[in-house]
């Protein structure tokens, strides 16, 4: 199973670090619109977004129209040495501010190498986004935001992934439960 993603996340970072920053940029504003659009995020008034690195979906314009929005923002802050993430409230200045416990934490809009329908998803193999997911709360909710090639058929899950409950791309929204509650019921997607 661990050769299937690692294989899955070779194949996606591949055709991940041959893009274009323009279509980046690009796509990536379409996937915002995306976001700003989805019914759970508009009722969120606490988001955690991650800080957006090299080839990843760009969030720093949908963190400062969150915050022009008047929403609480707060980003991520790896400790590398307890494998671990820690939630820091982004301030108006540009800046994150001290580590917070996170509780208020409503959506977390997860960062990602690979996603499929049913919620699963491949990060670079650490684990960090796997625990912190399952520290928080049962009714914070948790999107994917993904360059629609990131979307894969199916990625084999162990007991300790945390599958979460939507993905958005440029072209879709994928709200994974349905799509496992179709699965259980023995419908094709």
Known sequence: MQNDKDEIRKRILSLRNGLDDEWIRDVSIQIEERVFE???????KNILF????????????????????????????TDFKN???????????????????????????VPGVAFDESGSRIGFGKGFYDRFLYRLSGDVKTIGIAFDFQVVGKIPADSHDFIIDKVITEKRVIDCHKHITNLRRGETI
Do not use: C, H
Not at 38 to 44: T, V
Not at 84 to 109: D, P, W, Y
């Open 83 to 109: 494998k671990n993430i820690l939630v820091s409230e982004f301030t108006n200045k540009g800046e994150s501010g001290e580590v917070v416990s996170g509780n208020e934490i409503e959506i977390v809009m």
């Open 38 to 44: 989805d019914k759970d995020f508009l009722e969120s």
């Open 50 to 77: 991650y800080d957006a690195f090299k080839k990843e979906v760009q969030t720093r314009v949908m963190i400062k129209r969150a915050i022009d929005m008047k929403k609480r923002v707060f980003l991520p802050v």
